[in-house]
């Protein structure tokens, strides 16, 4: 490998993106349209309305409690048994719920849930202004962490892992193609460059293009939704280049034989159009049946955002998430080796 | 470097490539000595860009060998080239690149590379080095692509149909400077499908047809053995449906009239005695009050030589294809 040839054709690949402007503001302005819509078409009513459960009570204080919160505005009160609490509260309908214990109150939160903490102190301070702040009622306290309950931070990872998925095959495999087609491959055929230069060139110009994409969709989430990643920001990192390690050699590999990019394009977009809605990008995979999710836990999109998720909505470490890093891994050697068999430069 | 010296710089024999059924070349040997300019000529499809690739060593002859420099492709392919420049037809460089850039680009290629500012302005590129390709008109395009094929200094330059597609003043630069790096050490290669290029820039034309070598020798050679002599013609004065007559009548009086070949309102020979049977045409056709509307007497040319050995005008095959 000469490191000169290898840094000028990087140059080379980084400049056919950061100049052709449609390429550039696809990339980078995709993922963030996608979060607009979706983000706002689907995030609850922007005033502060809170609903909160409270335990159907035959006490006194129970209510005392129920109609005080129930004539709270800002506050709307479900009352029911324990079992549709918790249930609500674990599909996230709602941030908290309170039961009486005693002379006291005890305060079920879910400590991930967006609304959580502004519902706790929106109910803090109702309970302050009727009791006094003197002789204020006991509360326990009981904090659960439970999945994230905003679309949108189910949707940003899944964003983050379509973006390095559709740049891969339209970037990479596509430029493969189209240089094929135009003769560059073989022009480069007959000069001393040797084929593993130009092959680690695509990967490191990938590489530099991941930066901005994953730049965007974490400054574009935290700046217009308040996106945050629950665990480890260098898990989440780690696996995002993961993922774009086997999404370059899925592109390469698409792109090792064809010539015609009009028939290229096609290929790839069933493969995007199929992959995505298999792999839960904009829904959650629960709702498919049994076979599809089968099917789809296959597939590496899938591992990537499910990985993603763990990391960014429910905190999980990256030792929990080595099954689809095995998934990952597999594709790409797979198609890593599949690709170094099929290549062809003209 | 470990090269072997050899008188040749290029020495292919019997190169044969099939594609299925179809036998694209078949048996033929070049050859390029120093400072030596070798014009592949024939129509589309005749073959040479097949054999241009096997020389380049893009493509593996069925059959036949090829020595660069002394050097085979099997077991010296990178050494090889090292030594060679290549410019091949219809390729696309990076569009967002400038001129600059892209010969950076090849320069990092090769061990050793040309001074970027001399061959700039060696190729007349100087004042565009800032440009991107997508900006370059045909003929820049195209000089950019020769000057990528010198960034390495190359012994022997492979230049495949060089002035395709260009306007009659772009090709005319294009010329000039291959005309310019022309150098005693240095031997080009190269294709065309147009005769003016082949006479104005090589010192040897190999004349290729249906995937065979008809000819190989200089234009002035060529023309010594095919067509020696001069080229002269006439028109008739006569209406479509009398000239078929009178052309028949003038044969029959001119047996030499049959080594001709017909033309819309005549005839046009080749012949060492051109002015002799100009004189008897002359003679005959007053005898018979057949009115000659035009004369013309020309030397010969490749064109020429071209039509005698395939049977068609260069400029015919093409309108085929």
Redo the contacts between chains.
């Keep these: 490998m ?1 490191l ?2 290898v ?3 990087t ?2 690949r980084w ?2 993106f ?3 402007p449609s390429a550039f503001l696809f990339v980078l302005a995709m993922p963030l349209f996608w979060m607009l819509i979706l983000g706002f078409a689907f995030s609850e009513d922007a005033f502060e309305h809170y609903k909160i459960g409270m335990l159907a009570g035959k006490t006194e204080l129970s209510h005392q409690m129920e109609s005080l919160l129930a004539h709270q505005k800002g506050l709307e009160l479900v009352v029911g048994d324990e079992e549709s609490l918790v249930s609500l509260l674990h599909r996230n309908e709602i941030p908290l719920f309170l039961k009486t214990e005693g002379h006291g109150l005890s305060l079920t939160l879910n400590g991930t849930h967006p609304d959580g903490e502004k519902a706790r102190r929106l109910v803090d301070e109702t309970l302050q202004t009727f009791f006094g702040h003197v002789e204020t009622i006991p509360m326990r306290v009981e904090r659960l962490h439970l999945p994230h309950a905003r679309y949108i931070d189910f949707l940003i990872p899944g964003l983050l892992a379509l973006s390095l998925f559709s740049t891969s095959l339209f970037g990479t495999g596509m430029v493969l193609v189209s240089s094929r087609r ?3 491959l ?8 040797g084929s593993l230069d130009y092959i680690v060139s695509h990967i490191l110009g990938r590489y530099l293009i991941f930066v901005l994409e994953f730049l965007v969709v974490l400054l574009g989430g935290s700046l217009l939704f308040s996106f945050r990643v629950e665990g480890s920001f260098l898990s989440y990192l780690l696996v995002s280049i993961f993922g774009v390690a086997t999404f370059t050699s899925l592109g390469i590999l698409c792109g090792s034989r064809a010539r015609n990019t009009g028939a290229y394009n096609g290929l790839v977009n069933l493969l995007l159009l199929s992959t995505m809605m298999l792999s839960g990008i904009w829904f959650p995979r629960h709702h498919f049946p049994l076979w599809m999710q089968r099917l789809s836990e296959g597939l590496p999109l899938t591992a990537l955002v499910d990985a993603l998720r763990a990391i960014a909505i429910e905190g999980a470490g990256l030792t929990s998430q080595i099954p689809q890093l095995i998934i990952l891994a597999t594709y790409t050697v797979v198609c890593t080796v599949s690709a170094k068999i099929l290549f062809r430069w ?1 | 470097m470990n090269t072997r010296e050899s008188t040749f710089l290029l020495q292919a024999e019997n190169l044969v490539k099939r594609y299925s059924t179809t036998l694209a070349v078949d048996h033929v040997s070049l050859y390029v000595r120093p400072g030596e300019c070798v014009a592949l000529l024939g129509p589309n499809g005749a073959g040479k860009t097949s054999t241009c690739e096997m020389l ?3 493509l593996t002859p069925d059959e036949g060998t090829i020595s660069i420099c002394g050097l085979g492709y099997a077991r010296n392919r ?1 050494e090889i ?2 030594l ?1 420049g ?1 410019q ?10 400038t001129v600059r ?1 892209t010969l ?3 320069a ?4 050793s590379s040309e001074d970027l500012n001399g061959l700039l302005s060696a190729t007349h590129l100087n004042n565009l080095e800032n440009r ?1 390709l997508e900006a370059l008109s045909g003929g820049q395009k195209q000089a950019l692509y020769i000057a990528c094929s010198l960034i390495n200094r190359p012994r022997l330059l492979f230049l495949d149909e060089p002035s395709a597609g260009l306007d009659p003043e772009a090709r005319r630069r294009i010329w000039a400077l291959i005309g310019q790096v022309k150098q005693s050490e240095r031997g080009i290669f190269l294709t065309t499908h147009y005769l003016e290029e082949a006479e104005k820039l090589a010192d040897r034309v190999a004349i290729m047809f249906e995937g065979r070598l008809a000819a190989q020798d200089s234009p002035a050679g060529l023309i010594r053995t095919y067509c020696p002599g001069a080229v002269w013609g006439f028109s008739l004065d006569a209406s479509a449906e009398t000239l078929s007559a009178q052309r028949d009548y003038l044969k029959l009086h001119l047996p030499w009239l049959h080594h001709g070949v017909e033309t819309q309102g005549g005839c046009e020979l080749n012949s060492l005695e051109a002015s002799k049977q100009i004189q008897e045409l002359t003679v005959v056709a007053r005898q018979k009050s057949i009115g000659v509307h035009s004369l013309y007497l020309r030397q010969s040319t490749l064109e020429d030589v071209f039509l005698k050995l395939t049977g068609r005008r260069l400029d015919e095959t093409h309108q085929r294809h």
């Design positions: 000469k000169t040839s840094i000028e054709l140059k080379c400049r056919e950061r100049r052709e135009e003769n560059l073989k022009r480069f055929a007959a000069t001393p460059m003209y | 380049e060593g893009l990178r080239l090292e060679i290549v091949l037809q219809e390729t696309q460089l990076y569009k967002k690149a850039e950076q680009l090849f990092s290629f090769y061990r991107r």
